[in-house]
Each structure stands twice: as structure tokens, then as C-alpha cells.
């Protein structure tokens, strides 16, 4: 914050209490996954194929998060990081929602949290997801928000006249045509990629410890990658960034859900 005033950017570096008071203010967190939609929604252009999974961040004092992640529940450390569930594009990286839990919170239950909201702001022909989030209610989400649902499905999957249209059809190609539903899938491997931009750059700890400013730590992070990915695609394809016209078109599109909704 000292070099952000310097530099002109603001007027008047913060009380160390005002920032504490802001990383624990559960307004904070709608206000950040807000900007992070936004942040990317000058690459609505570039990206149709989108991919969601999730990673975990630990904190200073306890384990890393390779360790903890396959570790029982009883062990030390479990219950010290979160996990971060994030959609992204698949060709550019950026991240067009993010949802912050506890670590011991189910990856298949975030997935209509992170979908709904990019299909209604970007233009999506595709989702991809590991087998985590294979279940009929969550493919007959996506090809209601129509989309194709690239997921793989678990050993004793079947198909049957009671089963969902959706669910027939992908396990026909999952089946049948294993080389051509691969090759839509393993888009999803683009999301390690995004995870390992926002972690080694940047962080791959929090130090907060309450866990609404944890929450909040972990979704600066995700805005902070946003932004190096619009410079990257800034020079690379010379995109047109206007996040005035960003927010006013986020705004239309949410107000018009929460109208149908009340309706």
C-alpha cells in the first residue's frame, strides 16, 4: 500500500486495522468475485471451452497442500487449508468464477456455483471436469445451460430407459468413441496449468487465519492472476480491455437473473 501511494495510485495509506476489517467483511467476498468475472470478461472473445476443478491452499505454520491433500481427516494439518473451485477458459486461463470452502468440502457439490454464472456471462459451448463431478444432476445442468459436458465416468457407470437423456448419450461416446471424447476432455489439464500460475508467482500459502479472511486472501489471488493473464493476451492477440463496458454488461445480464428469479 506504501508503494501504491507513492507511486500516485492512492491518496492515503490505510490504517493496518481498515485492511484487517476489510479481508474479514463477508461483503469483501461478493465484491471480489464480482471483479473476477469482469476481470475476464474482455476475454469472452477468445474463449468457447471452459474446464473446472479445484486446488488447496494451506497455510505458513502448517503442511503444504500435497501433503494434506491425500492425508486422513484425523491427521494434523487437514483442517488448515482451503479449497479454491474455480471455472476457467481453457485458452487463456483466466478464471471466470471462483468459489472459496472449507478443504473437506465435496468438489462435485460447487460445480452448479461455477457454471451458471459463466454461462450467463460468457459465451460457452463446453465444459470439462474430472470424474469428481460425474452425476446426472450435474450433466443435465450443463446441457440445460447448453453446453456438452465432457466428463468421465466411474467404472460401474451404466445406461438404462431411466436414465437422463445426457447421461446416455456421453456414456455412449465415453464407451464407444474413447479417442474422440478424450481429446475433448483432456482440455481440462489447461486448469493445473491456471493453478500453478496463481500458486508459484504469487503464493501458494495464505497467512490469514480467520477463515472469512482466508476466503477473501484466496480470491485476491485469483483477480491478481486475472490481470496477468489480460496483459499477456493484451499483447498477444491486442484485445480491447473496457471494464466500464465490462461491469455495465455484468450488471444487465445478473439484474436479469435476479428478475427471472423473483419472477
Request: proline content about 3%; charged content about 25%.
Amino acid at each position: 500500500m506504501k508503494h501504491a501511494s507513492e507511486a500516485g495510485y492512492i491518496k492515503k495509506v490505510p490504517h493496518f486495522n481498515s485492511l484487517l476489517g476489510f479481508m474479514n467483511n463477508s461483503f469483501t467476498e461478493e465484491l471480489l468475485k464480482r471483479l473476477i468475472t469482469i476481470s475476464a470478461m474482455p476475454l469472452k472473445e477468445l474463449e468457447t471451452d471452459f474446464a473446472v476443478d479445484s486446488t488447496g491452499f494451506s497455510s505458513y505454520q502448517h503442511d503444504k497442500w500435497v501433503k494434506t491433500r491425500w492425508s486422513k481427516k484425523e491427521s494434523k494439518g487437514y483442517k488448515d487449508w482451503v479449497k479454491c473451485h474455480v471455472c476457467i477458459g481453457t485458452k487463456t486461463n483466466c478464471i471466470t468464477r471462483a468459489e472459496v470452502t472449507y478443504g473437506t468440502l465435496s468438489d462435485h457439490d460447487q460445480l452448479p456455483n461455477l457454471v451458471k454464472p459463466t454461462s450467463a456471462n460468457f459465451n460457452v459451448k463446453a465444459y470439462s471436469a474430472d470424474k469428481a463431478y460425474s452425476s446426472h444432476k450435474n450433466l443435465q445442468l450443463i446441457a440445460s445451460l447448453e453446453a456438452m459436458p465432457w466428463i468421465p465416468f466411474k467404472k460401474n457407470s451404466k445406461t438404462g430407459e431411466t436414465k437422463p437423456g445426457i447421461w446416455n448419450f456421453m456414456l455412449n461416446l465415453f464407451t464407444n468413441k474413447r479417442e474422440f471424447f478424450d481429446k475433448s476432455y483432456h482440455k481440462r489439464s489447461n486448469v493445473e496449468s491456471t493453478f500453478s500460475m496463481m500458486k508459484y508467482p504469487i503464493s501458494p500459502y495464505i497467512k490469514s487465519k480467520n477463515f472469512q479472511a482466508q476466503k477473501n486472501e484466496v480470491l485476491i489471488k485469483c483477480l491478481c492472476h486475472n490481470l496477468c493473464c489480460l496483459v499477456e493476451q493484451f499483447y498477444f492477440f491486442k484485445i480491447k480491455i473496457d471494464f466500464s463496458e465490462c461491469e455495465k454488461k455484468y450488471l444487465h445480464i445478473n439484474d436479469s437473473l435476479v428478475a427471472q428469479k423473483e419472477n
